[in-house]
């Protein structure tokens, strides 16, 4: 098959949400089916498309409209993007079947809609080869995440989404003027071929551009400061959303931040933006632990939690070494995997229960097994247990750290880790040792769900040699600029 | 003396990261001519495109993705607007009714408008309009029918339902390009068919512009006028 | 340059004063309903005068009809649009409760509202 | 598939099934399998050993090389697990109920194993990782508050060792022990260096239970199944002791060159000596005052530790060699206090001194080895515990090191103190009334004491076996031993079966004198005496209860010093912070949240202008 | 004659004037005139600026402002009334 | 410290954006910061445009004799009405969240608007 | 009021916005013109209730020659206005003596009151503030009879000649 129908990754998640006004008469459930339908649609194709990477081991270039870069926009579908593409729509058929338990609040046509637009927005954030078409897809993904995060209509649901609309709002555009900026000194938007320029712009520019667009971007990647937003947004979205934020979401803002450092590394000012970045991400590393420690509510806990592993990641990216990236996705890999497990099953706690308080979680051992089992083993994964996949990557990350030469940093985000450890400590010994209500029957679409994330926790914990493999080449990718440029075929333009 | 405080920090602030900005820009001089990509669709726009309007060309052909995310994301917002404002029953929360002279002016505008509007997105690849300003002036004589009559409600399932087709119409055209040309969205209309080769500046051009615009502006005017319907009406309790 | 050009821009030159003398209105009328007197009349014959002018104008250069056609059209359309327009802020500018500058002799409108309620309100009790 | 790696994951294999069948029954015989396979392995290998001097075994995973191997000093280490894992695994038996039991206990037997013959750091730390875990299960399952003691410090000291290795790791690019070594030799720099010995003194330190690391310990060992507490005393303390191992086998050479000898021992070997005889010290004294027999054992399994450390401190190849020698007889006599100890709980119930008194009439098995555990730690010949107290204190002596001498001598009079309360209160003295139909240890925890107390008379009779195979791992005679019975040191001997003989001669002369002495008279519990005053529960210096009081009021002052308040009070000071910090930069205000982005945007400004 | 310069120059003046009474006020209403009568003004501004670059294709731009421009003012109006 | 040399049009437009951005910093009406949002988005559309800017040139529409080499940058123009609409897309979803705030809260202070903290 | 059948609203509407159409294109172009054919007919199915109650009877001849006719009496009117305003802003004094009146109208149909109150406000010295019915209440700015006969004498007769025969 041509490697241009990859592009039925973008249209496939789009014409399905069109198509929602013309089947929201059938009732919730016809809508819920639906959505269930074609996310595995997508995984159907975004798992092709995987295959086809992996094998062929070339990138797919999706080239829009016939245009070659960097007259078109093109999709670079890499062993990154492949590999992402295909977590994004399996996370997103879990969360469409979890949907159906876990979403209850009309108008579900309009919650369909907006949850396939934002696996569409971080697909094609993910895939895109244009930064400014990376833009579009960015606020696709930011604005359906604002619908979204206020889609139960509380007062909370609502405050949070305003939040994240504030920040979200400065950050892009401030990522604009970077953007207009690289532009006005390149004249050109082919990430590639930025790339290739990127040696050539003048300093100055190229500084601010660049911290710019950096910054924009790390409002959406949860950096701190700039992650207010994000527990009040975990918080508040359905549960199924938070999934998604947490998984892909955030993910897609990592990227993107890992992508443009990477193309940039020519550009003037580049290594003192990652030191900074280095710090940033410690920071959120530790703001985020010592925020989590006493929380009262289980889910806006995982999320500081969430956020912690989010800078963890974002301080392998700005390693700037081939050993931090790929590591840096490992982790991201891995996270998604656990954070999925982990909002999942705390939502579903919180839908069974009425709420995501801690007090719901006591007993839950007795009261719901298969989900108390599950999250211990989120949370053990999460803390850095071994035989769990998250220790694997993390040590991969706090090694390249410390051999990056920023030891103070891994020291910092270690001590961060003690604090983590203990409020998860906390939450398992909760759900086993503290005595809880009467057993509750547990859902078995929700439970097959679990114990897939959880077998698959134990299997990379325990067996991560495949995929070491593949994040290895996904790393790659990322890392190796050159290599990139030479995949995305450029044609000349002007002199 | 906090408020004091505040802005007093607020403004040094603005002016140290304005000062930096300045900075930045200083390398980007006003006026000169930084184009490189953008030559090319100056130097190739009408032949590879059939459209006189090069910003037209670009938002349609060449970054053709691009707009469909727009389109995408006028579409999350009225979508989102819905979702949020959403209530078992809803009604206008309009008080005092419009006077004559604004229902009849109305009555008299909304057709020309409308009119206008499509006449805006039809001639999209020869004039600086285009689907969203287009669109944008279609919802503009919604608009003024919800300012005229307290009562006037937009069809709203009908709305939605063209507001669906159109977006999926513009993935189709894609697809379509997809299936004919081997590219997704591709102009297959002017690249492969060649239609209209020898009308460039006159109507019958451009390609698949004129279809795209016009499926944007039929979504845009639909979206926009689901967004002001939604932002006129508060929940009626019983 | 021919009649056609100087018929238009003298109508631009016209069109163009009226506009000034409808910003100065704007700023000399010492409430809101005198400011809109003054400055909806000068602003819409300044409009018309521009309008048809750079049609004229235009056409006698030696451009295209389109642009006295295109013309035409956008000054109907504010002669339309413009009394409407001013007769709204009016109508709100009084709903809202904005007085009547203390000069004016006569208040109708007032009288014919005070009236109609006190009409619905007899007719609540019946 | 490699014998190394059955010895190491046998145990977890079992465990796994154990907990997955959950059958009463096939879970207590798979979970004792897998402790008994790894000590069979290990048994068969020593010919090969003995051959070869290395089995090694290394294989590619997760994209590392981890290594293995099995040498004369890991097969002593790894025996320690096997025969006290054995003995344990069969005591829970007895005493444990469930498959989460039997699997996380065994979890930590696989950690340990691996602890003791990975030949990388990464393997090291991912077993040392793995044990902890297990262990810290075993410890959540009784208490909240131990539990998130031993983890806390455990993750502390876990983290420390991480990132030392990562220091390392960030200089040799690899984590092979020869390499490692040759790195650290040739290429590290003195402050990394020094932070690297620091970071693995905390390591190791923690989880040996050194002083003022220790405080994890009491709570952990007595706050889980007493059966498994042999095997976490036994075994998994002595991975922080082989820890101290490498830390002279990878930096050991480095740290002399660059830091040089104090007297004659090494400077940072003092450190550790020193850190080691105030653990005696401690433990030793809190061990005295308790009045709860789960927390004595465990103080003093703290004390006996600070032994090793200081023989291991001293440097020398004898003072090492007699700090593995007590490792191993601390392994078992302290195992087999354990086992006593559970099999007093299994029996009665109880766990302190004041609800105890005369049980060695009904049991009779259990005393006579609780007889064995007693000499063997009190350090009487002829048991294992004397014969390496010995030769440490000869080590100690033999350098010119009184203090660190004083320290040792002192935790073996602390030693008697206690040991007296335990043997007189526990097995003497008047029974109370519910005690009396007490039945003697189960098979298996009768079975499991057995193994351990053989070679606590065995390893004291004949020191020569062990010697023997102590002088392997380096090399060379380090302590002479003529015979089996027999140790020369050149300024000391020792001859176990003598002193075995006189013992007996000596238990000979006392039994007749016993037999022709009064007859003993049985009176009533409160047929008491103490200075004509009445005993008042508050005061009451009964051996059963506040025996050490006075002592307890002399050190008042010293007790107050507890660093087990102190890192409570750390703790409540970060949950503290975090709570403000988060309240603070969380606020809930948007608009301050804008002015981080602001605050960035400066920073960004600042930065690049 | 005089040229569009000029014309665009008076037409400016008459643009500013206007902007004077929007930031001025007093009242939201004054504000509201303010600003419709700057759009009137604009609109011709808008298509003076097509003569003086010659392209008619500002005309629709100038339609399209003028449109948005007179919705914008009467959902004020409205707005204020209560007519919303 | 030397003052950057930078055209009025781009002056204008970091004012706009600044002055947006002040708006989100200072005021305290939930409405306020939200049209300081939109300001700051028209600063920088208004900025992209100037960008594309070539001094002499007309609009990139290539009829009335007007050529390739007689026009100015297409490009940022085309990202400009991607960018204008959503801006629109961002104020309309921030309008309905506004609307939902001010029902639960009854106040659009946002100070008051804080019930998820810490 | 009569109202004017389907067939007959629609063409008038698809016939205006034709009409419009050329206007705005200025062109003869075959497919401008089938374009705008096209269109006028799409926009005039959506539109043509609102647009119209009369239909094609708005192209009785005797209506197009008044509406005609109502141009330069209309435009005269307006340049008076302006004039007047002129006077007004410029004299220093600003000699104004406003107020509301109310008018009396014979208008019926809405089209006529819209052009009658449009040109009201656009002609000397008066806004149409509202109307109710048949009542117009007019912002006066040199009040010279408040009643409602005089009133409407100064103001609205002189323009209903003309609406009353063009709009009815
Ligand atoms: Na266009
Ligand atoms: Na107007």
């Known amino acids: 098959m041509n490697g241009q129908y990859a592009s039925l990754l973008i249209a496939l998640p789009l014409i399905s949400a069109f198509f929602v006004p013309l089947i929201k008469e059938l009732g919730r459930k016809a809508v819920m089916g639906y959505l269930v339908m074609i996310t595995a649609l997508q995984t159907a194709i975004a798992g092709w498309v995987a295959n086809e990477v992996y094998s062929t081991g070339k990138p797919i270039i999706v080239i829009a409209g016939g245009w070659k870069p960097p007259v078109g926009i093109n999709l670079y579908i890499g062993h990154f993007a492949a590999l992402f593409v295909l977590i994004i729509a399996v996370i997103s058929f879990f969360m469409a079947i979890f949907s159906f338990r876990a979403v209850n609040v009309e108008p ?18 993910i895939a895109t ?52 900026l690289i532009y006005g000194a390149t004249g050109t938007l082919n990430m590639a071929h930025l790339a290739q320029l990127a040696g050539a712009i003048d300093p100055t520019v190229a500084q601010v551009g660049l911290a710019l667009i950096i910054f924009g971007l790390a409002v959406e990647a949860e950096l701190f400061p700039l992650n207010a937003w994000a527990p009040d947004a975990y918080q508040a979205a359905p549960h199924p959303i938070t999934v998604m934020f947490s998984a892909f979401v955030v993910k897609a803002g990592l990227y993107a931040i890992g992508r443009l450092l990477y193309l940039f590394q020519g550009a003037e000012g580049w290594s003192g933006l990652l030191r900074l970045l280095v710090i940033l991400a410690t920071l959120t590393v530790i703001v985020a632990e010592l925020s989590a420690l006493r929380q009262k509510d289980a889910k806006r806990m995982i999320a500081y939690s969430s956020i912690g592993q989010v800078g963890m990641i974002a301080f392998a990216l700005a390693l700037g070494t081939q050993a931090g990236v790929s590591a840096g996705v490992f982790h991201m890999v891995n996270h998604a995997i656990v954070k999925a497990l982990l909002f999942l099953t705390v939502g579903y706690v919180g839908v069974a229960l009425g709420g995501t308080a801690i007090e719901n979680f006591q007993g839950l051992g007795k009261r719901m097994p298969l989900t ?101 080449k996904a790393g790659q990718d990322l890392f190796n600029v050159a290599n990139y440029i030479k995949n995305v075929p450029l044609m000349g333009v002007g002199a | 003396m906090v408020s004091l405080l505040k802005r007093s920090l607020a403004i040094i602030s603005i002016l140290v990261i304005g000062y930096w900005l300045a900075q930045g820009l200083a390398g980007v001089p006003f006026g000169e001519d930084k184009m490189l990509v953008g030559h090319y669709y100056l130097q190739h726009v009408k032949e590879q495109t059939g459209a006189v309007n090069a910003v037209t060309a670009v938002v349609v052909n060449y970054r053709g993705l691009d707009t469909l995310g727009e389109v995408t994301v006028l579409f999350i917002a009225s979508t989102g607007v819905a979702a949020l404002l959403w209530r078992k029953k809803r009604e206008r929360t309009a008080k005092v009714g419009g006077s004559p002279v604004l229902t009849v002016g109305t009555k008299f505008l909304v057709p020309f408008v409308m009119l206008f509007g499509a006449y805006i997105f039809i001639h999209g690849h020869l004039t600086p309009g285009g689907g969203f300003p287009g669109g944008a002036t279609i919802a503009t004589a919604f608009l003024l029918l919800y300012m005229a009559f307290t009562i006037y409600e937009i069809p709203h399932k009908a709305f939605e339902k063209v507001e669906g087709l159109a977006g999926m119409g513009y993935v189709l055209v894609g697809l379509i390009g997809l299936a004919i040309g081997g590219y997704f969205l591709f102009d297959w209309i002017w690249q492969d068919w060649q239609w209209g080769v020898d009308n460039i500046g006159r109507l019958f051009s451009g390609g698949f512009i004129p279809i795209i615009y016009t499926i944007i502006g039929i979504k845009v005017g639909t979206e926009l006028s689901g967004i002001v319907d939604n932002m006129l009406k508060e929940e009626v309790r019983e | 340059m021919n009649v056609l050009s100087a018929i238009g821009e003298t109508l631009v030159l016209i069109g163009a004063f009226f506009y000034v003398l409808s910003a100065l209105g704007l700023i000399r009328m010492p409430d809101v309903y005198n ?55 009016i109508r709100a500018a009084y709903k809202s409760g904005i007085p009547l500058w203390e000069g004016s002799v006569v208040d109708k409108y007032r009288e014919h509202i005070e009236a109609k309620e006190k009409a619905s309100e007899g007719g609540g009790e019946e | 598939m490699n014998e190394l790696l059955i010895i190491i994951f046998a145990p977890l294999l079992g465990g796994v099934l154990a907990w997955a069948l959950n059958v009463r029954g096939i879970r207590e015989l798979l979970g004792v399998a897998g402790a008994a396979v790894p000590l069979a392995y290990l048994v068969k290998l020593y010919s090969e050993l003995d051959a070869s001097g290395q089995l090694s075994h290394s294989i590619d995973f997760a994209g590392f090389t981890f290594s293995f191997s099995l040498t004369h000093l890991t097969w002593v280490f790894a025996m320690i697990a096997g025969v006290v894992g054995l003995a344990s695994t069969i005591a829970m038996v007895s005493t444990s109920r469930d498959g989460y039991e039997w699997l996380f206990a065994l979890m930590s037997l696989t950690g340990a194993y691996g602890v003791f013959l990975s030949f990388d750091l990464l393997g090291f730390f991912i077993f040392w990782e793995l044990m902890t875990v297990g262990s810290f299960m075993m410890v959540l399952k009784y208490s909240r508050s131990a539990g998130l003691k031993y983890f806390v410090l455990s993750v502390v000291g876990a983290f420390a060792m991480f990132l030392a290795i990562a220091k390392i790791y960030a200089l040799s690019g690899s984590f092979a022990f020869p390499d490692v070594a040759n790195a650290v030799y040739y290429a590290m720099g003195r402050g990394d260096l020094a932070l690297v010995f620091g970071l693995f003194l905390v390591a190791f330190g923690v989880k040996a239970g050194m002083f003022p690391l220790h405080v994890w310990a009491p709570d952990a060992y007595s706050e889980t199944n007493q059966s498994y507490t042999a095997m976490f005393s036994g075994v998994l303390s002595k991975t922080g002791v082989y820890g101290f191992i490498l830390i002279y086998m990878l930096i050991g050479y480095r740290l002399m060159v660059e830091f040089g000898a104090f007297r004659s021992a090494p400077k940072f070997g003092y450190i550790i000596a020193f850190l080691g005889g105030l653990t005696i010290i401690v433990g030793g004294l809190l061990a005295a005052l308790q009045e709860d027999i789960r927390k004595l054992f465990a103080y003093s399994s703290i004390s006996q530790i600070g032994y090793i450390l200081v023989a291991f401190g001293v440097g020398t190849s004898l003072s090492i060699e007699a700090g593995i020698y007590h490792a191993i007889s601390h392994a078992l006599f302290k195992g087999l206090f354990f086992l006593i100890v559970a099999t007093i709980i299994y029996r009665t119930g109880k ?105 606590n008379i065995v390893f004291g009779i004949a020191p020569g076996l062990v010697v023997k195979e102590l002088n392997k791992i380096f090399g060379g005679e380090i302590v002479t031993s003529p ?29 007749v004198i016993y037999f022709l002495g009064a007859p003993v008279r049985k009176v009533p519990v409160t047929d008491t005496y103490q200075s004509g005053n009445p005993v008042t529960m508050e005061y009451n210096l009964t051996i059963r209860r506040n025996f050490f009081l006075p002592l307890k009021e002399a050190l008042a002052f010293w007790l107050r010093i507890s660093f087990d308040k102190l890192y409570r009070d750390i703790g409540a000071w970060v949950e503290d912070f975090a709570e403000v910090m988060r309240n603070y930069v969380y606020n809930g205000n948007v608009q301050s949240y804008a002015w981080y982005l602001a605050l960035i945007l400066l920073i960004l400004a600042m930065w690049g202008v | 004659m005089i040229g569009v310069n000029v014309y665009l120059a008076l037409i400016a003046i008459a643009t500013l004037l206007s902007m004077y009474r929007m930031f001025r006020g007093p009242t939201t209403p004054d504000r509201l005139v303010a600003v419709d009568i700057m759009t009137t003004i604009t609109t011709g501004l808008m298509v003076l600026f097509a003569l003086y670059y010659k392209r008619i294709i500002f005309l629709d731009v100038a339609l399209v402002y003028a449109i948005l421009a007179f919705g914008g003012v009467i959902a004020f109006a409205r707005y204020l009334e209560g007519g919303l | 410290m030397n003052v950057p040399d930078i055209s009025i049009y781009y002056f204008g437009a970091i004012a706009l954006v600044l002055i947006g951005l002040y708006a989100a910093l200072v005021k305290k009406n939930l409405l306020k910061i939200l049209i300081g949002l939109s300001i700051m988005e028209t600063g920088v559309n208004l900025l992209l445009i100037s960008i594309g800017y070539v001094s002499g040139k007309s609009a990139p529409i290539l009829s009335e004799g007007v050529g390739p080499t007689q026009a100015v940058d297409p490009i940022p123009q085309a990202l400009v009405l991607t960018a204008i609409v959503i801006g629109v897309a961002t104020t309309a979803m921030a309008l309905s969240a506004v609307v939902l705030i001010y029902e639960k809260y009854r106040t659009l202070n946002v100070e008051e608007i804080r019930r998820l903290r810490g | 009021m009569e109202e004017a059948s389907k067939v007959s609203r629609y063409l008038y509407t698809a016939i205006v916005l034709f009409l419009i159409w050329l206007f705005l294109t200025a062109s003869l172009d075959p497919q401008e013109l089938a374009i705008g054919a096209v269109m006028s007919i799409v926009v005039a199915a959506f539109s043509y209730e609102l647009f119209t109650t009369r239909g094609l009877g708005n192209l009785h001849p005797r209506r197009v020659a008044y509406a005609i006719a109502y141009i330069p009496y209309f435009l005269w009117a307006m340049i008076m206005a302006n004039l007047d305003v002129a006077y007004r802003v410029l004299h220093p004094k600003r000699p104004i003596n406003p107020g509301i009146v109310e008018c009396k109208t014979v208008l019926e149909t809405g089209a006529g009151k819209l052009a009658l109150a449009n040109s009201i406000t656009l002609t000397p010295g008066t806004i149409t503030l509202d109307i109710d019915g048949d009542k117009y209440f007019i912002h006066w700015i040199d009040v010279k009879d408040s009643s409602v006969e005089g009133a409407s004498q100064n103001i609205t007769r002189p323009f209903e000649k003309f609406l009353k025969v063009i709009f009815g």
Do not use: C
């Not at chain 4, 519910?434 to 004491?449: H, I, S």
């Open chain 4, 351 to 455: 766990t302190t001194f004041a609800d105890m008194g005369g049980l060695a009439e009904k049991m009779p098995f259990t005393f006579a080895m609780a007889f064995v555990a007693i000499l063997s730690l009190a350090g009487i010949p002829p048991m294992a515990g004397f014969v390496s107290k010995w030769l440490i204190f000869e080590a100690v002596i033999s350098q010119n090191l009184p203090i660190l001498g004083g320290m040792v001598f002192f935790g073996s009079a602390i030693g008697f103190v206690y040991l007296i309360r335990f043997t007189y209160a526990v097995w003497f003295g008047q029974r109370p009334t519910d005690l009396d139909d007490t039945k003697d240890a189960p098979l298996p925890l009768a079975v499991a004491m057995a193994i351990l107390a053989i070679p």
């Open chain 4, 483 to 511: 015979t089996l019975w027999e140790l020369n040191l050149g300024f000391g001997r020792y001859n176990g079966l003598l002193i075995l003989v006189w013992l007996i001669v000596g238990l000979l002369i006392a039994a």
């Open chain 1, 372 to 472: 108390a089992l599950t999250i211990t083993i989120g949370s053990l994964a999460t803390v850095g247990i071994p035989l769990f996949n998250i220790f694997w990557s993390k040590i991969r990350i706090l090694l390249a750290g410390v051999e990056a030469g920023y030891s103070w940093s891994v020291a910092l985000i270690l001590g961060a880790s003690v604090v983590e450890a203990v409020y998860y400590f906390r939450l398992v010994h909760t759900m086993w040792f503290v005595e809880g209500g009467g057993r509750i029957r547990e859902n078995f679409a929700i439970g097959v769900i679990a114990i897939f994330l959880a077998a698959l926790i134990i299997v990379i914990g325990v067996y991560p040699n495949d995929v070491w493999t593949i994040v290895q």
């Open chain 1, 129 to 180: 080869g244009d930064i400014f078409n990376l833009f579009v897809f960015m606020e696709i993904t930011a604005i359906s995440a604002y619908a979204l995060t206020a889609y139960n209509k509380t007062g909370e649901a609502a405050e949070a989404s305003m939040k994240y609309i504030v920040l979200g709002g400065i950050g892009s555009s401030f990522f604009l003027i970077g953007v207009a």
């Open chain 1, 108 to 125: 579900v046509d309009k919650y369909a809609m907006l949850f396939l637009l934002l696996m569409l927005g971080a697909t094609g954030m």
């Open chain 3, 35 to 89: 400011r809109m007197q003054t400055a909806t009349k000068s602003a819409t014959l300044g409009s018309l005068g521009v309008l048809t002018g750079v049609g004229l104008w235009a056409v006698g250069d030696g451009l295209s009809w389109a642009w006295l056609t295109k013309s035409i059209v956008i000054a109907l359309f504010l002669l339309l649009t413009n009394p409407i327009a001013a007769h709204a802020l």
